[in-house]
């Protein structure tokens, strides 16, 4: 399977809590792993820019600490997250214009430690 950062499938984290989120952006930490939850720029103070610690271990499904990272499955699978994942979807594509650049995404990220090479 492809590497953490260069697969194109949405992906879901589940936390050692047992929550579990979709990532809109993912970014390498020294630390692990900085990721940004679905509708994060609409400051939203349940959403936004979280780390998950540890060293990131696999083929995918991906360990980082007590933490895995894994493809999103569809409806019959993963139905909440899947429904949250194309109502992003249809977000992004009704609002495209109001999603961050590139550029800023990646600020944020740096400013949140991750390692992005320039």
């Known amino acids: 399977m492809a590497g953490l950062f260069s697969v194109t499938a949405p992906l879901l984290i589940r936390l050692p809590t047992a929550d579990m989120y979709v990532l809109a952006e993912r970014f390498a930490h020294p630390r692990g792993l900085v990721y940004f939850d679905l509708f994060w720029h609409l400051r939203n103070p349940h959403y936004g820019v979280h780390m998950a610690e540890g060293i990131i271990k696999g083929d995918g499904p991906w360990k980082i600490g007590d933490a895995v990272v894994r493809v999103l499955g569809c409806h019959g699978t993963d139905d909440a997250q899947a429904r949250r994942f194309d109502?992003?979807?249809a977000y992004l594509a009704e609002n495209?214009?109001?999603y961050p650049p590139r550029a800023e995404i990646e600020a944020i990220a740096r400013r949140h430690g991750a390692h992005i090479p320039v």
Do not use: F, G, H, S
Request: aromatic share 16%; charged share 35%; glycine share 0%.
């Open 96 to 98: 495209l214009d109001t």
């Open 87 to 89: 109502a992003w979807r």
